[in-house]
């Protein structure tokens, strides 16, 4: 069973940093793209990261761009985002979830429970 | 960047209802257009990808059409247990963006 497991929110200052981590098992890791995506409480959903397999090809939305840095670290099957510089509208709810293609169509066929980051003082 | 847009934002239908959501793209994106479920509290499901390709595991009264820049996402049938947002999201950005449509919300 594919299992995506989010922790390290919570209470973030204004400024400051926090460290997101997904753990990942039931399928192989490394051979898939990982995404980070997040909702802001009452709100849709919005796209963050993205990460390849073998981690040498990362793209950011342009809203954490410069203050967000996601990375992997494929022998513990394992997806981190440091934030920081961190906002007030950076508060939301944080999922990753896994990315698949199939012929040329991409998409994100699992997703974790997600984890709660607060930003404020 | 291609901007997302869905309509209507919210919808009330009774179980049996045939309802269909619709996803404009403020560009062309062929049909590079996947849907998500998402019930209250949880994290989103894959409904379709490529504009009409059902996920594995997903009830067929769920079914996508369109390519382009107009998309809809059709329930037929609607269950009780259909009650949940919905989300377009295209695929067609190079370098990715994965730009999601601002939801549906579907109240039974």
């Known amino acids: 069973e594919v299992l995506l497991v989010e922790s390290g929110g919570g209470l973030g200052q204004p400024g400051g940093s926090l460290r997101l981590s997904c753990a990942a098992s039931?399928?192989?890791?490394?051979?898939?793209?990982m995404n980070w995506v997040r909702q802001a409480p009452g709100k849709g959903l919005e796209w963050v990261s993205y990460i390849s397999g073998g981690g040498n090809t990362i793209y950011y939305a342009d809203s954490v761009k410069g203050r967000f840095t996601i990375s992997r670290d494929n022998a513990k099957n394992a997806l981190f985002l440091q934030m920081s510089s961190l906002r007030a509208e950076d508060t939301a709810v944080y999922y990753c979830a896994r990315g698949r293609c199939s012929s040329t169509y991409c998409f994100f066929d699992q997703w974790g429970q997600g984890t709660l980051v607060t930003v404020s003082s | 960047d291609i901007q997302m847009t869905q309509s209507p934002s919210s919808l009330s239908a009774s179980v049996g209802d045939r309802v269909t959501i619709t996803c404009r793209a403020s560009?062309?994106?062929?049909?590079?257009l996947n849907w998500y479920q998402q019930k209250p509290g949880e994290a989103p499901t894959l409904l379709i990808f490529g504009a009409s390709r059902l996920q594995t595991g997903v009830p067929s009264r769920f079914s996508g059409s369109g390519s382009g820049t107009d998309f809809t996402l059709t329930i037929s049938g609607l269950q009780p247990e259909d009650s949940a947002s919905y989300y377009c999201?295209?695929?067609?950005?190079?370098?990715?963006?994965?730009?999601f449509g601002q939801g549906t919300r579907i109240e039974i």
């Open positions: 999201q295209e695929n067609y950005s190079t370098p990715v963006l994965y730009t």
């Open positions: 039931g399928f192989t890791f490394s051979t898939y793209e």
């Open positions: 560009q062309y994106i062929s049909t590079f």
